[in-house]
Nanobody, 121 residues
Framework: QVQLVESGGGLVQVGGSLRLSCVASGSIFRINVMAWYRQAPGNQRELVARITSGDITNYADSVKGRFTISRDNGKNTVYLQMNSLKPEDTAVYFC???????????????WGRGTQVTVSS
């Protein structure tokens, strides 16, 4: 069993910064892609940023230049540094990871429960 736990969300003013963290725990052999998604009320969940095991990154156009995704493989942790926050960034942010366990050869997708980010205008 693998669990993902997000932290670092909160209330911030326009232009402020937050850093989200997501820690994966359990029987983990390898974590391939790690990503951050977000979902605002009434909207579909959307990809914010992703990072491969080789540190190749991709960002949604709406966050390019403001957000930075990174990972610490030794800690099984992915981060999302969010700068110059805007009200439209308000959402629940979810961590996602493709995880391969020691007991299995197939990677499975795991989700955290989410952390709320609220940007006040």
């Amino acid at each position: 069993q693998v669990q993902l736990v997000e932290s670092g969300g909160g209330l911030v003013q326009v232009g402020g910064s937050l850093r989200l963290s997501c820690v994966a725990s359990g029987s983990i052999f390898r974590i391939n892609v790690m990503a951050w998604y977000r979902q605002a009320p009434g909207n579909q969940r959307e990809l914010v940023a992703r990072i491969t095991s080789g540190d190749i990154t991709n960002y949604a156009d709406s966050v390019k230049g403001r957000f930075t995704i990174s990972r610490d493989n030794g800690k099984n942790t992915v981060y999302l540094q969010m700068n110059s926050l805007k009200p439209e960034d308000t959402a629940v942010y979810f961590c996602n990871a493709d995880v391969q366990s020691y007991s299995g050869s197939v990677s499975v997708s795991r989700w955290g429960r989410g952390t709320q980010v609220t940007v006040s205008s």
